[in-house]
């Protein structure tokens, strides 16, 4: 027998591990470890990603809404003066008349356009003063009225889809 090793030998077969000791079904299972973490991450990821245009949808949904809601308030809010003017107009016509019937008629065709389109009068005589609708411009003695509540209503206020647009300029009655 020679000394010589033959290629086919068992001294030549190479080692049954990789480069870092571990042997194939162990290589594997770590990368299968591997790519389930990572898929995982991913998963994790897109679960993020799907809530935050979840989120950016919905609020892109109420700027639209309230862009709808609140788009004609500039226009409103310039007719606000015409409102006083009808109504300063309606004080100063009488009881009765074809003027008064007239103005009440504009009045009447204006304030259904408006409230068609989300506003509604604040007119706050006799009720209680509420700072979040009525700004007091004074107070005077109750009269007929309970303090705490307005007097009288020098100016109307006007709320637009639940926002207030003007505040009721008022007078309460004193406490």
């Known amino acids: 027998m ?3 090793h033959h ?3 068992p001294e030549h077969e190479l080692p049954p591990h990789g480069e870092d000791g571990l042997s194939p079904q162990a290589l594997l299972e770590e990368q299968v470890q591997l790519l389930q973490a990572e898929v995982e ?4 990821q897109t679960l993020l990603e799907r809530a935050d245009l979840e989120n950016q949808r919905k609020r892109l949904a109420r700027e639209v809404d309230a862009a709808r809601r609140f788009a004609n308030e500039r226009l409103l809010g310039d007719l606000l003066p015409v409102f006083d003017s009808l109504d300063a107009g309606l004080a100063a016509a009488g009881e009765a008349g074809p003027l008064r019937e007239g103005l009440e008629m504009t009045q009447r065709q204006l304030l259904k356009v408006a409230t068609d ?3 509604r009068q604040v007119d706050p005589a006799g ?3 509420d ?8 107070q005077t003695d109750p009269g007929d009225v309970p303090p705490g509540h307005v007097a009288q209503v020098f100016q109307k206020g006007y709320v637009l889809n639940e926002r207030l647009l ?4 008022v007078v309460v009655a004193r406490d």
Not at 41 to 44: F, L, M, N, T
Not at 166 to 169: G, S
Request: glycine residues 4%; charged residues 15%.
């Open 41 to 44: 991450q991913v998963r994790a």
């Open 7 to 9: 290629p086919d030998s």
């Open 117 to 119: 389109n989300g506003l």
């Open 131 to 138: 700072p979040a609708h009525h700004q007091a411009i004074s």
């Open 2 to 4: 020679s000394n010589e």
């Open 166 to 169: 003007r505040p009721a300029l």
């Open 127 to 129: 009720q209680p003063f």
